[in-house]
């Protein structure tokens, strides 16, 4: 009995995680501007969710991605990392399109060690990334790490795999509006030309 209402009381729990995360990555799509889109989906993983750090990293070329937003290093060696493609785990993620995480990094055989000693810098744990877009060329790469022995599991991959499916909605959104007013702006200075 106790056993069951444990569990009830831990899915509760996970409800209402997902509902302010929804609340949170709604208001994201709302801002309609790639930079602040960008810094807010880090720091909503480092303020609101636990995480200790958090990164992005844009699509460069196609030799990998480019960390321009982070949240919660305690070093700037990774700002202005290039992750090429493949390599480490935001670079495994990006080539392959699809959510990892790895419990114990530095150590870890499911990911090549290119980034061991920015991970180490940072005291890096436990990583955890999903790309921002579906298909073969991903807009980029989201990160999460933790400085503590644990691990991730289930919940975290829900909440960073959200915040990366939401981030490139948001950005798709910001593009949009972007290219909507250049063409505004565009034809009002048409306009004025002819008057």
Known sequence: MARAARTL???HVAVDELALLN???SQLIALLDRDLVLARAVRLLTEDFGFHCAWIGERANVDGVVIGHTSGNRTDRLYGLTL???CGLGGKVFA???LAWVNGYLGSPEIPHDYDGEAA???IQCMIAAPI???PRPAGVLLGGLREDGGFGGRAA???ETVAER???ALVAAERARRSEEAALFEERQRLALD
Request: aromatic content about 4%; proline content about 0%; glycine content about 16%.
């Open 96 to 98: 392959e399109g699809r």
């Open 158 to 160: 829900a909440i960073v």
């Open 84 to 86: 090429r493609t493949g």
């Open 167 to 169: 981030t490139a909605q």
């Open 9 to 11: 009381s831990q899915f």
């Open 133 to 135: 877009g579906d298909g």
């Open 23 to 25: 609340r949170e990555l």
């Open 121 to 123: 810098a940072e005291r």
